[in-house]
């Protein structure tokens, strides 16, 4: 690991026990601002018929896919498909810029597949999509173009051809 | 994470989003966001506490279908570590149709 990275992980760590550094952490990586019409739809069911799918920038991925590449200061725009039945059997978290020691435990803090699968049964919820994504979050430079007009419509259309209804989104 | 959500919405799909970070969802205004004051690494908040996991979720999903106003953030009143979720009220079902 080189020093830069190491340096980034043990800055997330203390920033989990020093509220105050997580100050630090907003004031130096700022997102690109939108402009004009925010984009809009009503959700096209009840929550007991629809069908929600997850999509999370906390780097989680299964341990056999590629890591996320921690080497580009720009960040990594791709993603990875997660196959929700399967993923916290074995997965494995790629991201340097927050401590994921708790998430770690428990990923459900990150991606909360527990609580959702409980709704499911219960009946509040339709069904849960089979299938949800990761992306790595901290994206700047170059990479935010390659976010918006790439990667993050393709994971759009997906999901559409998916007839997902709903997706709740999670940081890290 | 909010640029993400946009391109999803766009394509016809509602989303909800769960934010840290105020600041971040105001600059990238995404259709809808509840907000906590919580630690990075920890939007759903504590490993194995599933009572506050299911209330953030609760919560999230109430957002998704009552914000009427695009890019509306709501703050939500849930403390970091100081909450006792027994007493919670999961909203109920008109109230996520």
């Known amino acids: 690991m080189n020093l830069t990275r190491f340096k980034n992980r043990a800055l997330t760590r203390l920033a989990t026990v020093l509220p105050g550094l997580k100050q630090r952490f907003i004031d130096a990586y700022q997102p690109r601002a939108s402009a004009g019409e925010i984009p809009w739809i009503k959700p ?39 196959n929700g039945e399967e993923l916290f059997n074995d997965f494995q978290i790629t991201h340097d810029y ?30 849960l999509a089979q299938t949800h994504y990761a992306f790595m979050g901290h994206i700047v430079g170059r990479h935010i173009t390659t976010l918006v007009e790439k990667t993050a419509r393709e994971v759009a259309a997906k999901l559409k051809a998916d007839q997902v209804d709903l997706v709740l989104l999670t940081p890290a | ?90 909203p109920s079902a008109a109230e996520l149709e």
């Open chain 1, 44 to 82: 096209a069911k009840p929550l007991r018929q629809a069908k929600l799918a997850l999509v999370t920038t906390a780097g989680i991925h299964h341990r056999t896919q590629q890591p996320f590449d921690m080497n580009d200061s720009d960040g990594d725009p791709s993603y990875r498909a997660l």
């Open chain 1, 98 to 127: 927050y401590d994921h020691t708790d998430a770690r435990k428990d990923p459900n803090i990150i991606l909360p597949l527990r609580p959702l699968q409980e709704m499911v049964r219960a009946g509040l919820l339709g069904s």
């Open chain 2, 1 to 90: 994470m909010g640029l993400i959500q946009r391109e999803i919405e766009r394509v016809g799909i509602a989303t909800i989003g769960i934010s840290i970070v105020r600041d971040y969802s105001e600059k990238v205004q995404p259709p809808r966001t509840v907000f906590l004051r919580w630690p990075f690494g920890h939007p759903l908040g504590e490993p194995g506490n599933l009572p506050q996991q299911r209330a953030v979720v609760f919560e999230a999903l109430r957002a998704l279908y009552q914000i009427e106003t695009p890019g509306t953030i709501i703050d939500l009143p849930f403390r970091w570590r100081r909450e006792n979720y027994a007493d919670y009220q999961p």
